[in-house]
């Protein structure tokens, strides 16, 4: 079956940063587009990041310059590296793979705060 597994999630002050980590199985992960999502409490899921199988990426507006999704297929990976961190980042971090259908990840707490 399909699993999604992040980790690196944490408390961090403003203007740090973070390196999440999605470890992907029960998929051909070279042939799968996949994203980071994240939803703050009392407001709804939004995507972050999300790349293609050639390595295209596209980012939120709101993490333009900031954060960069990147894959390694070797190891059925995908990570998110963000930097310059705010408190508005904060937030519950999910992996999504489109395949049969949507998955997702269980998420990973990113909390900026001083």
């Known amino acids: 079956q399909v699993q999604l597994v992040e980790s690196g999630g944490g408390l961090v002050q403003p203007g740090g940063s973070l390196r999440l980590s999605c470890a992907a199985s029960?998929?051909?992960?070279?042939?799968?587009?996949m994203g980071w999502y994240r939803q703050a409490p009392g407001n709804q899921r939004e995507l972050v990041a999300r790349?293609?199988?050639?390595?295209?990426?596209t980012y939120a507006d709101s993490v333009k310059g900031r954060f960069t999704i990147s894959r390694d297929n070797a190891k059925n990976t995908v990570y998110l590296q963000m930097n310059a961190l705010k408190p508005e980042d904060t937030a519950v971090y999910y992996c999504?793979?489109?395949?049969?259908?949507?998955?997702w990840g269980r998420g990973t707490q990113v909390t900026v705060s001083s």
């Open positions: 790349i293609t199988t050639e390595s295209s990426t």
């Open positions: 029960g998929i051909i992960f070279s042939r799968a587009v």
């Open positions: 999504n793979v489109a395949w049969s259908r949507n998955y």
